[in-house]
């Protein structure tokens, strides 16, 4: 697959640390200070762990700068490269600059609770069969509080039982919460570079097709939103839902046959009934131009489902949904009648 970069192997097996934290960075701002340190409060040290700083081409801001005296002297490995690659780009650039068994990509504004790597390493060796180990995650705001806590997957520790239904219905997990084994990424390639805001989401439904998945239920990772992330970014040029509905189709593949259109299904499903509850709330924030979007959007979804009983419930919604945005509209131009002398 064209858009799934090949991962090339390491050698020198025997030398490579257990476990590679790469921190692809593009323009970072104080909160790699925190992401930076939140490793190093749990690092075994060098001949176990890698840390290398990964920048997408930076004009603005240095890693190297902005994190000069955090850590001992060459305890991290910066490469600044000049050429942007963007999301993807770097993500697999990073994955490129990885020793270890493992790997763990953690965002420039992320970070981590005591106990994240001992948790999850332990999970990835108790089989090779596990390709990938994940923990619950926090979501977080610009000033570390705890906006709410992702759903619990499982009451203990232990390898998720028919995860690849689960996992592609919808993103369940954010990255910063997810470590894997380097020979997954090798086998399977990198992260698709025509996806920009679901690329993470079709990695995991990639993987769990392939491996078992192991599961930590306490929340050990910390996942911001803020302003200036690139998934803020992406929302608020509605990439999102486009890149979904492409993350969904590219999925497919890695579906069983057997049941791979009623998974697809559940996923279009799912998007449909997220965009349709967005719009409802843009609207009653009075933003109807972004509620606008989020309608288009889920309209986009419902268009990819079977006319079946199954979605009548979602067909109303929308239909009610479409008739407030028709009505905003209409009291708006009456506004705007008014306020140009037309009536």
Request: glycine letters at 4%; hydrophobic letters at 45%; charged letters at 30%.
């Given at each position: 697959?064209?858009?799934?970069?090949?991962?090339?192997?390491v050698d020198?097996?025997?030398?490579r640390?257990a476990?590679?934290?790469?921190?692809?960075?593009?323009?970072?701002?104080?909160?790699?200070?925190d992401?930076?340190r939140?490793v190093?409060?749990?690092?075994?040290?060098?001949?176990?762990?890698q840390?290398a700083i990964v920048?997408?081409g930076?004009?603005?801001?240095?890693p190297?700068?902005?994190?000069a005296g955090?850590?001992p002297a060459?305890?991290?490995?910066?490469y600044?490269?000049a050429?942007r690659?963007?999301l993807?780009g770097?993500?697999?650039?990073?994955?490129?600059h990885?020793?270890?068994?493992f790997?763990h990509?953690?965002?420039?504004?992320d970070?981590l609770?005591s106990?994240?790597?001992?948790?999850?390493?332990?999970g990835l060796r108790?089989s090779?069969?596990i390709?990938?180990?994940?923990?619950r995650?926090?979501f977080i705001d610009?000033?570390?509080?705890?906006?709410r806590?992702s759903h619990?997957?499982?009451?203990?520790?232990?390898v998720?039982p028919?995860?690849?239904?689960?996992?592609?219905?919808?993103?369940?997990?954010?990255?910063?919460a997810?470590?894997?084994?380097r020979?997954?990424?090798e086998t399977?390639?990198?992260?698709?570079?025509d996806l920009?805001?679901?690329?993470?989401w079709?990695?995991?439904v990639?993987?769990?097709?392939?491996y078992?998945?192991?599961y930590?239920?306490?929340?050990?990772?910390n996942?911001?939103?803020?302003h200036?992330?690139?998934?803020?970014?992406l929302?608020?040029v509605?990439g999102?839902?486009?890149d979904?509905?492409?993350?969904?189709a590219?999925l497919?593949?890695?579906?069983?046959?057997?049941?791979?259109?009623?998974?697809?299904?559940?996923?279009y499903?799912?998007?449909a009934?997220?965009?349709?509850?967005r719009?409802?709330?843009?609207?009653?924030s009075?933003?109807?131009?972004?509620?606008?979007?989020?309608?288009e959007g889920?309209q986009?979804a419902?268009?990819?489902?079977?006319?079946?009983?199954?979605?009548?419930?979602?067909?109303?919604?929308?239909?009610?949904?479409?008739?407030?945005?028709a009505r905003?509209?209409?009291a708006?131009?009456?506004?705007?009648?008014k306020s140009?002398?037309?009536?």
């Open positions: 697959m064209t858009s799934s970069p090949k991962i090339a192997r020198n097996e025997e030398r640390p476990i590679s934290v790469v921190i692809p960075t593009y323009e970072p701002e104080r909160f790699l200070i992401a930076v939140s190093l409060a749990q690092d075994p040290g060098p001949a176990q762990m840390i920048d997408d930076s004009a603005r801001a240095r190297a700068a902005l994190l955090i850590a060459n305890r991290l490995e910066y600044e490269h050429e690659l963007g993807a770097n993500w697999n650039r990073a994955i490129a990885a020793r270890g068994e790997i990509i953690l965002h420039q504004d970070t609770h106990g994240f790597y001992a948790a999850l390493l332990s108790k090779r069969r390709g990938m180990a994940f923990c995650h926090a610009e000033n570390d509080r705890v906006e806590i619990r997957e499982r009451w203990r520790a232990g998720l028919r995860w690849l239904d689960r996992i592609s219905e919808r993103q369940r997990l954010q990255c910063p997810a470590m894997v084994r020979d997954v990424y399977l390639g990198g992260f698709r570079t920009h805001y679901a690329l993470d079709e990695m995991w990639r993987i769990a097709a392939h078992e998945v192991w930590e239920p306490r929340a050990l990772a996942y911001r939103r803020h200036g992330a690139e998934t803020a970014r929302q608020a509605d999102t839902v486009a979904t509905m492409a993350a969904i590219a497919a593949v890695h579906l069983p046959a057997t049941h791979r259109a009623r998974l697809q299904q559940r996923a499903l799912r998007l009934r997220v965009q349709t509850k719009a409802a709330k843009l609207l009653d009075g933003l109807p131009q972004l509620a606008t979007q989020q309608f889920a986009a419902f268009g990819q489902l079977p006319e079946n009983l199954a979605k009548r419930w979602l067909r109303s919604r929308l239909m009610r949904a479409e008739l407030r945005l905003h509209e209409a708006r131009e009456r506004e705007s009648s140009d002398g037309l009536e």
